[in-house]
């Protein structure tokens, strides 16, 4: 019946801490936590298999220091007033990554370095659209994504 208790009993506490202690919200927060319990059954996902998770530390370390190094570099863009001569743009990267755990990491990735932004990805053609706010060489881009995350990717989930 709850297939995530904790998650239920939280969800409790917290609409008697929100609400007031009554009956009424009592009996209305456990109906809630029910089915919020069920919903997030509903969406588990399947758990991925990672046959080289020793490789996580490096994805990791790569990913913060193309963090920190993109930070830098748009705030030179702003700091400098570069930004009226940048030419932002729209690429799109064919990927080889098949894995939905995969395409999230990489997604999130993506995103979480300043200056792009993963914007959709397209099953037909496995191909994910990129905007990128100083797009000097798209070919560039490219290479970078596939050679940097997507073969890292590939290694640790397939």
């Known amino acids: 019946m709850l297939p995530y208790p904790l998650l239920s ?10 609400n007031g202690f009554t ?21 588990r996902p399947v758990k991925p298999r990672l046959p080289k998770w ?3 530390p490096k994805l990791v370390s790569i990913v913060l220091y193309d963090i920190v190094r993109s930070n830098i570099a748009v705030a030179s863009i702003l700091l400098t007033g570069r ?14 990554l098949e894995n939905p755990t ?3 990491v990489l997604a999130v990735v993506v995103t979480s370095t300043p200056g792009t932004a993963w914007l ?10 990129i905007h990128v ?17 997507e073969a890292l990717l590939l290694e640790i989930f397939e």
Request: with cysteine; glycine share 6%; proline share 1%.
């Open 83 to 96: 930004s009226k001569r940048i030419k932002s743009g729209f690429i799109t990267v064919p990927l080889e």
């Open 9 to 18: 009993a939280s969800l409790v506490i917290m609409w008697l801490a929100l």
């Open 23 to 43: 009956l009424g919200h009592l009996i209305l927060g456990c109906i809630v936590s029910v089915f919020a319990s069920w919903g997030m059954a509903a969406l």
């Open 102 to 104: 995969a395409l999230a």
């Open 54 to 56: 020793y490789l996580l």
């Open 120 to 129: 959709e990805y397209n099953s037909l053609n496995k191909s994910v659209l």
């Open 133 to 149: 706010l100083d797009l000097v060489d798209e070919e560039a881009w490219r290479v970078l994504i596939k050679t940097r995350y």
